[in-house]
């Protein structure tokens, strides 16, 4: 009886091994991927009132955790019984994210009302800061299922010789330590001028070495918030092209010749320049319709 406890304990033991090497494999695997999470997330994060940043945030991380409860076990499913399906769910993935960040190059390059919407941004009612606040978590979390989506699924392709409950758990597990790094580090940037403001009280030298230090982080912090802007623009186009130049041979073939990254920037835009003609088009369509 004992003996067949610890035995039960042992294969515990090695299961558990198991998935943590299997679980560090996956989270490598989808490291690529996570790092444009990472600045789309922070760029959704952004543009805020102070007091917000952080409530927001936490909407969307629950958001994102809900959506990876969505995604895992169909994932899993797909991949047992429908692996065929994997590819299409991808690519319409791809188009929504190629076409997210082409409307944010559209609005802040060819817009005429691009400056016009800043203004209006800040003289915003309270009410009007809560619709525009729902909105962009709104957005943000649809943006974060796609890309959960992606990361799923790259990090199940690199366990998926394993037992099926070891896959499970290892991906299920990166998926876990993705979410909490990528809101973490969010967390972190967006908070990093109190964080430099409590420095400067604390010292109140401005000759130290820590007063300094906490004046760069708030006088940095806007313009990391801007290229971020600019970074998660470039990640979705990035993403968006990637899922197409790796699923669709085609693409790859024609491709070949130029770097990856440029081959998946240069798809991106072009998917999410057609894509956004197709929306705005379906949208005057829909508008006179209803007219």
């Known amino acids: 009886m004992a003996s067949g406890f610890f035995a039960l304990l042992d294969d515990i033991a090695a299961t558990l091994d198991d998935v ?11 490291g690529g991927i996570l790092g444009d999470d990472l600045a789309v997330t922070a760029e959704k994060a952004s543009g ?15 958001g994102s955790f809900i959506n ?6 169909i994932a899993f499913l797909l991949s047992a019984y429908l692996p065929w399906l994997i ?18 190059v559209y609005h802040y390059f060819l817009s ?11 003289a915003m009612s309270p009410e009007e800061w809560q619709q525009y606040e729902k909105k962009k978590i709104k957005s943000a979390i649809l943006v974060d299922f796609i890309l959960s989506i992606e990361i799923v699924i790259i990090a199940l392709s690199a366990v998926i010789k394993e037992p099926l409950l070891i896959q499970i758990l290892s991906v299920s597990l990166a998926a876990i330590i993705a979410t909490i790094g990528v809101y973490g580090v969010v967390a972190l940037i967006v908070r990093m001028d109190d964080f430099g403001l409590k420095l400067m009280k604390i010292t109140r030298d401005a000759k130290t070495l820590s007063y300094r230090f906490g004046r760069g982080l708030i006088i940095a912090l806007p313009m990391v918030i801007r290229s971020l802007s600019v970074i998660g623009t470039i990640a979705m186009l990035l993403v968006a092209g990637g899922i197409f130049t790796h699923n669709v041979h085609e693409i790859h073939d024609f491709l070949h010749s130029i770097p990856s990254i440029l081959a998946d920037l240069l798809v991106g835009a072009v998917v999410g320049a057609i894509a956004l003609i197709v929306f705005s088009i379906l949208g005057k369509v829909k508008s006179l319709v209803i007219k």
């Open 20 to 30: 943590a090497v299997m679980s560090k494999v996956a989270t490598e695997k989808a």
């Open 48 to 62: 805020f009132q102070s007091s917000r940043e952080i409530p927001v945030l936490w909407k969307i991380c629950k």
């Open 68 to 73: 990876k409860i969505i995604i895992l076990p």
């Open 87 to 104: 590819v299409p769910i991808l690519l319409i993935g791809g188009v929504y994210l190629a076409y997210e960040g082409a409307e944010k």
């Open 112 to 122: 005429k009302n691009h400056v016009k919407a800043k203004e209006e941004k800040k």
